[in-house]
């Protein structure tokens, strides 16, 4: 069993930054990737970007060149640093994790952060 503790979350003005936080702990697994996704009000969960094992890093269009994934394999933990933020990015950040383990692969999601810009 894996657990992931989001934090970083808050209240931001527009064109302000945050950066969110995302701890893996457990035993016995490897990443294989990691992602952080998002929800706003009334609408479905949406991709925003994704961090693989071998460093590659996608990201929606909506954020790109303004959002920043990063990881750190030591303490297992990935962030999303968040500039230029916009009213619209306001929504739950989820952390995602693709884990390995004994040959097999689990997903496991954090319980969310609340990131609201006002304008």
């Known amino acids: 069993q894996v657990q992931l503790v989001e934090s970083g979350g808050g209240l931001v003005q527009a064109g302000g930054s945050l950066t969110l936080s995302c701890a893996a702990s457990?035993?016995?697994?490897?990443?294989?990737?990691m992602a952080w996704y998002r929800q706003g009000s009334g609408v479905q969960r949406e991709w925003v970007a994704s961090?693989?094992?071998?460093?590659?890093?996608p990201y929606a269009d909506s954020v790109k060149g303004r959002f920043t994934i990063s990881r750190d394999n030591a303490k297992n933990t990935v962030y999303l640093q968040m500039n230029s933020l916009k009213p619209e990015d306001t929504a739950v950040y989820y952390c995602?994790?693709?884990?390995?383990?004994?040959?097999?692969?689990?997903?496991?999601w954090g319980q969310g952060t609340q990131v609201t810009v006002s304008s």
């Open positions: 961090i693989t094992s071998s460093g590659s890093t």
């Open positions: 995602y994790a693709d884990v390995g383990n004994s040959g097999r692969t689990f997903q496991y």
């Open positions: 457990g035993s016995g697994f490897s990443i294989n990737a």
